[in-house]
T-cell receptor
Framework: DTAVSQTPKYLVTQMGNDKSIKCEQN?????MYWYKQDSKKFLKIMFS???????INETVPNRFSPKSPDKAHLNLHINSLELGDSAVYFC???????????FGSGTRLTVV | GENVEQHPSTLSVQEGDSAVIKCTYS??????FPWYKQELGKRPQLIID?????GEKKDQRIAVTLNKTAKHFSLHITETQPEDSAVYFC???????????FGKGTRLHILP
């Protein structure tokens, strides 16, 4: 029974396409996040939602648009994909930041 | 905002020896310091954490120390084993903060 699940696990697409990644958590947490992990393994926060409300929007191109239909789901839609968008995208959830995150298994996005 | 520096970026240790990874943080309001382990192709997983009211915490072969005055915290792994090979991330979160800031990671290699 996966706590934080992401789909798809792998995504290969051409430049200029639009794609979505979905995330769901069954932990009852109030806060969900999207992190981007680049080829050097650096984990950088992109967005955070608390109970469906956007609370963090880091300096991310506006081609990236998160959506949270309810507190258990957080999706990421990316328009006009670019080569530099290739990375692993992790969804995470937490009840409070000082109790740590539970990460999803990641989505490896490759833009060709 | 918070900035977390992590050293070294790569560490090779003979099996059975100890490994130490060091981090510094900039925001004196940070009070929660988790450590995550990420095995190849897997998600980051919380392995141990420490809060600012504690100077040291131990869990079997893993220990973390915190020096609030110097804004340093460290991860110590004793009697290293092959399965300890992974990327380790330190992180910090300020009191009441809305996100965890990660260090850039340390790739730990356990040599046979």
């Amino acid at each position: 029974d996966t706590a934080v699940s992401q789909t798809p696990k792998y995504l290969v697409t051409q430049m200029g396409n639009d794609k979505s990644i979905k995330c769901e958590q069954n932990l009852g947490h109030d806060t969900m996040y999207w992190y981007k992990q680049d080829s050097k393994k650096f984990l950088k926060i992109m967005f955070s939602y608390n109970n469906k409300e956007l609370i963090i929007n880091e300096t991310v191109p506006n081609r990236f648009s998160p959506k949270s239909p309810d507190k258990a789901h957080l999706n990421l839609h990316i328009n006009s994909l670019e080569l530099g968008d290739s990375a692993v995208y992790f969804c995470a959830s937490s009840q409070f930041t000082d109790y740590g995150y539970t990460f999803g298994s990641g989505t490896r996005l490759t833009v060709v | 905002g918070e900035n977390v520096e992590q050293h070294p970026s790569t560490l090779s240790v003979q099996e059975g020896d100890s490994a130490v990874i060091k981090c510094t943080y900039s925001d004196s309001a940070s009070n929660y310091f988790p450590w995550y382990k990420q095995e190849l192709g897997k998600r980051p997983q919380l392995i141990i954490d420490i809060r600012s009211n504690v100077g040291e915490k131990k869990d079997q072969r893993i220990a973390v120390t915190l020096n609030k005055t110097a804004k340093h915290f460290s991860l110590h792994i004793t009697e290293t084993q092959p399965e300890d090979s992974a990327v380790y991330f330190c992180a910090a979160s300020p009191l009441g903060g809305d996100k965890i800031i990660f260090g850039k990671g340390t790739r730990l290699h356990i040599l046979p």
